[in-house]
């Protein structure tokens, strides 16, 4: 099993519309995550980071499934704007950040 | 708003040759991370630095591969010789500390001929 796994997509959606993601982890013992989100051919910026409690910005909402190692992000009221790729990623346990290979969203008009 | 630096933005080599990335993270980084990137591919850490040292060189293909952080500040990546293969994007890095938010460059994105 990869450590970090994502559905590539791509997600059609309609403006407006809200989609979810989701991501698995394989080391029980992560322990930070986070979600960035990447547009084509740019580097990776930090969209937000997920905590236990769950966490929102906007309409964007990230959540922690510990029990069964995945972690969520919802858009809601999706733009054009939103069209990017979205990376999970999670820190296995050990000193580093390991990376999916990203969900593509694709929002049309 | 502090930025991690990288040059060059863009750089076409031939193979058999020698090529250099630099980075400069943000100031006060104490985490440095360099990344490989495949187009339609996640990024994959090639080495991660904290100050000078190396916690993670375990992906990097070190025949051909070498990475210094001398001062513990910026860094540079190295390839010789490149090889067609290593054609992508190289992704520095950086972060306050290890399991933190990680604050990418605009990366070198690397063609070998």
């Known amino acids: 099993r990869k450590e970090v796994e994502q559905d590539p997509g791509p997600f059609n959606v309609p403006e407006g519309a809200t989609v979810a993601f989701n991501c698995t982890y394989s080391n029980s013992a992560s322990q930070s995550f986070f979600w960035y989100r990447q547009d084509c051919r740019k580097e990776p910026k930090l969209l937000m980071s997920v905590y236990s409690s769950g966490n929102e910005d906007g309409r964007f909402t990230a959540q922690l499934n510990r029990a069964s190692q995945y972690i969520s992000l919802l858009i809601r009221d999706s733009k054009l704007s939103d069209s990017a790729t979205y990376l999970c990623v999670v820190n296995p346990g050990y000193s580093t950040l390991t990376f999916g290979k990203g969900t593509m969203l694709l929002v049309s008009p | 708003e502090a930025e991690v630096a990288q040059s060059p933005r863009y750089k076409i080599t031939e193979k058999s040759q020698a090529v250099a990335f630099w980075c400069d993270p943000i100031?006060?980084?104490?985490?440095l991370y360099w990344y490989r990137q495949i187009l339609g591919q996640g990024p994959e850490l090639l080495v991660q630095?904290?100050?000078?040292?190396?916690?993670?060189d375990s992906q990097l293909p070190k025949d051909r591969f070498s990475a210094e952080r001398l001062k513990g500040v910026d860094s540079t990546l190295k390839i010789q010789p490149a090889e067609l293969g290593d054609s992508a994007m190289y992704l520095c890095a950086s972060s306050p500390k290890p399991n933190t938010e990680a604050f990418f460059g605009q990366g070198t994105r690397l063609t070998v001929v």
């Open positions: 630095f904290q100050d000078e040292s190396v916690v993670d």
């Open positions: 100031s006060g980084h104490a985490t």
